[in-house]
């Protein structure tokens, strides 16, 4: 008998997709079993058929409880500090140490999960940019789809790198699950508030920023305030002398392209009324904000969002969550 492609994907399809034994196989083709297992593993060795082993990323069940238990969240995953194997990540999303790119891939893995349980048909779900953003959707592997619409919820941040790129993000997203999408055609951030104030009177983008605002949840990434975490997002929006000054001014963090000092406060600073997005604030009319951040450097950025009380659900590491915990107490301490 000839091995020839459609045999191939039947066979392929018969085994893998609708669970028959290889003796059923052979029935319904009239063929040996011993062919059958040949076509396999000819479907196989052609690249018909991939196989993909997903690792189980381990959860610290301890640090979600805590993390819980002092912000009031909804949900917590805490990637567990026994991290992946070695070769797990490889630094996909460019500019990451091989730490970090574990960390990314984990956590990313820990949200595409989560996100998969949450996800329901005619909801709407706003969109951040970012690496574990990112990495998130990269672990999304849905085997329905879902009639629902996800929104770029800021502009485009133009960063070169267009795997971390809200456009890309929300149409990918949006593929993965056959659904529809909106996208934010503006820059996130421009060069002065009148600008802003025209762009904003673009019927298109008030009706994308109205659907974030009013989106069911939101997916975003945190951003912190020190240099291997911020460099690669703000290079050309701000120079080391206005980021000092941010600093300067309490900045910890930054969500929807606005800056928040340790408090989750939103700084009055000029900076933050040049950006084109959703605005931190509406994060608290959302029902669910789900925040995918990790590593130690972000920890200040991560609790100065929990105590801002702008998230519902927290996926982050464990180096992150038990940095967190430490600041938290720190800041108790000192108030």
């Known amino acids: ?3 020839d492609m459609h045999t191939l994907v039947q066979a392929a399809q018969l085994y893998y997709e609708q669970g028959l034994t290889q003796a059923d196989i052979g029935r319904h083709l009239s063929i040996s079993r011993s062919t059958v297992s040949r076509l396999l593993q ?3 060795d052609s690249g018909i058929v991939r196989i993909i082993i997903s690792y189980p990323w381990k959860r610290d069940a301890e640090l979600e409880a805590q993390l819980c238990a002092q912000f009031a969240l909804r949900e917590v995953r805490v ?75 800021l502009g485009a941040l133009n960063s070169g790198n267009p795997l971390i790129e809200g456009p890309d993000l929300v149409r990918q997203i949006a593929a993965k699950y056959e659904a529809a999408y909106k996208y934010l055609y503006v820059p996130m951030i421009v060069e002065n508030t009148r600008t802003r104030d025209l762009l904003l009177q673009e019927l298109s983008v008030q009706s994308t920023l109205l659907s974030g605002r009013n989106a069911d949840a939101v997916i975003l990434g945190i951003g912190a305030h020190v240099a291997d975490a911020s ?42 009324q040049r950006v084109i997005s959703i605005g931190i604030q509406a994060l608290r009319n959302i029902d669910t904000v789900i925040a995918v951040a990790g590593t130690k450097e972000k920890a200040m950025a991560i609790l100065g969002a929990l105590r801002g009380q702008y998230l519902d659900v927290l996926i982050t590491d464990a180096a992150a969550a038990q940095e967190v915990l430490r600041l938290n107490s720190k800041l108790a301490l000192t108030h």
């Open 1 to 3: 008998m000839r091995n």
């Open 42 to 44: 000819d479907a196989r």
């Open 79 to 153: 990637l567990s500090a026994e991290e992946g194997p070695d070769g797990q990540a490889g630094g996909e999303l460019g500019g990451e140490t091989d730490g970090e790119a574990i960390t990314y891939d984990g956590i990313g893995a820990l949200a595409a999960t989560y996100l998969d349980e949450f996800v329901r048909p005619a909801m709407t779900m706003g969109v951040s940019y970012g690496r574990s953003i990112a990495s998130t959707i990269r672990h999304l592997n849905p085997i329905r789809s879902v009639d629902m619409t996800f929104v770029q919820i």
């Open 231 to 272: 460099g690669l997002i703000w290079t050309g929006y701000l120079n080391h002398k206005e980021l000092s000054f941010l600093q300067a001014r309490g900045a910890v963090g930054h969500m929807c392209a606005q800056h928040y000092d340790a408090q989750g406060n939103v700084l009055d600073v000029e900076f933050n």
